[in-house]
């Protein structure tokens, strides 16, 4: 694997951005010969948009068979920080994907793609962020967990028939093994993939967040731009959505003012149903 990019180390740079230093260019003066070193068993990531639809409907980089699964998974219900070792049933958990399946088409569809990362582990454990209160949570820990496999992906590859096991499935879907699947379908490991799975940005809201959505709030007048509701007496029920699911892009284009009902109605958002502000509203 190659080293990563310590440009984009989450930790780092959060205590860059604490210590209030600005990011400067360097460089060595000379040049430096790239170097590769072997992960045995480690979940590397790769941008989603250079993934390939094989013919067989399998998931494929340069290539070779990848999973996709979404790294950063919410804890709703609770805005205090959860023991995570309450969280160990896989079924609390996404599903990871090794086909284009139906959920995954949903999700670009929606722009909401870049919120899975890829990884090629082989166990059945994966990498997972919990995001609690809008937080990583605060042991700090890397944190890995058994994940199932999408039954969508089942059926669109119909795996050991699948479609045609009805009272088997569930027992199909709990003894999937990744290393099986990859011998029937491909080779797994990538040879030089772009980033490790402990680089990508945490999916949190930035520090100037609240500055932000008052701003874009502003700009667009108060108002819904799904509804058209006029919130200027009552800013408090007009929300900021990020279109792609990824709080920490807060490009212009990524963003839109919506009022706490339309907002509940994007996708992954019906959790907003059941607050005391969405009542109120």
């Known amino acids: 694997m190659r080293l990563p990019d310590f440009l984009k180390h989450v930790a780092l740079n959060q205590l860059r951005q604490q210590m209030g230093a600005e990011l400067i260019s360097w460089n060595s003066g000379g040049n430096w010969d790239p170097i590769d070193i072997e992960l045995d068993g480690e979940g590397i990531e790769i941008p989603p948009e250079e993934i390939i639809i094989a013919p067989d409907g399998t998931l494929e980089y340069e290539g070779r068979k990848v999973v996709v699964y979404i790294r950063d998974q919410y804890v709703f219900g609770s805005d205090k920080l959860v023991d995570i070792d309450e969280l160990v049933a896989p079924e609390q958990l996404c599903k990871f994907h090794v086909a284009d399946c139906s959920i995954l088409k949903t999700m670009r569809s929606q722009n909401r793609y870049d919120r899975y990362v890829v990884a090629t582990r082989t166990d059945g454990m994966f990498v997972v962020n919990f995001l609690v209160g809008g937080r990583i949570h605060d042991k700090g820990e890397r944190v890995e967990r058994r994940l199932y496999v999408c039954k969508k992906c089942l059926d669109k590859l119909d795996y050991k028939n699948y479609r045609g096991q009805k009272t088997q499935q569930n027992e199909i879907r709990e ?49 819904c731009e799904k509804c058209s509701i006029d919130l200027r007496g009552r800013k408090e029920f007009l929300e900021v959505h990020h279109i792609n699911g990824l709080k920490h892009d807060n490009k212009e284009e990524n963003l839109r003012a919506l009022c706490i009902r339309c907002h509940a109605e994007m996708p992954r958002h019906q959790h907003l149903k059941s607050s005391l502000k969405y009542k109120e509203f």
């Open 175 to 223: 003894s999937f093994d990744l290393k099986a699947f990859f011998e029937k379908y491909g080779v797994q490991i990538i040879d030089k993939p772009t980033d490790d799975d402990l680089t990508a940005p945490v999916n949190i809201y930035s520090r100037d967040w609240d500055q932000i959505s008052s701003n874009y709030r502003a700009k667009m007048g108060w108002k």
